[in-house]
């Protein structure tokens, strides 16, 4: 049994949200937040859940906005969401590091990067080999990027990634 939950047309003040199974997050305004991602979705996700992060504005989070880590097979939408910036240096908006998840990130405005270096992090726990999966489990479309991101704060894939990744995704974002 998943566990079912939804957040709807709410301000959301320093909180992280630790998902445990399907869940809908829509009209939600996220400001500030502790020493994690507002929304974070890891190994104690069930396996197939949906989360679903619908008209959301995420306003000077404190560090990600949303992290998609784990070993369990999901789908995020994240659709037409709001993101103005972090204020913590080297934590992104996005971070993906898993190759389980299927991720959508469609109609949303990314306004300001604040202190964050990137749009889009992959994390570097995820093998060489699997970033290709990883690319291509991303859709992200008619999105807004402010003419102030330069093309080369769209995506972070670590040190230790191949750059040609690092372009996939970013041409991908144009």
Avoid: W
Wanted: hydrophobic share 40%.
């Amino acid at each position: 049994m998943l566990f079912i939950s939804k957040y709807l047309n709410c301000v959301i003040y320093d909180s992280s949200f630790m998902i445990y199974g399907n869940v809908t997050f829509e009209n939600c305004t996220f400001i500030g937040g502790p020493n994690n991602a507002c929304v974070y979705i890891d190994n104690a996700v069930a396996e197939n859940s949906v989360i679903n992060i619908k008209n959301c504005v995420f306003d000077s989070t404190v560090q990600r906005a949303i992290n998609i880590a784990g070993s369990k097979a999901v789908k995020v939408n994240i659709i037409g969401c709001e993101f103005n910036g972090t204020s913590t240096v080297k934590k992104h908006i996005i971070q993906v590091a898993t190759t389980k998840a299927v991720v959508e990130i469609k109609d949303c405005d990314f306004n300001a990067l604040g202190t964050s270096p990137s749009i889009i992090r992959f994390n570097d726990n995820v093998d060489n080999a699997d970033y290709t999966s990883l690319v291509n489990n991303i859709t992200f479309t008619n999105n807004k990027i402010a003419s102030n991101i330069s093309v080369e704060d769209y995506v972070d894939t670590d040190d230790t990634i191949n750059t040609e990744l690092d372009d996939m995704m970013t041409n991908k974002m144009k």
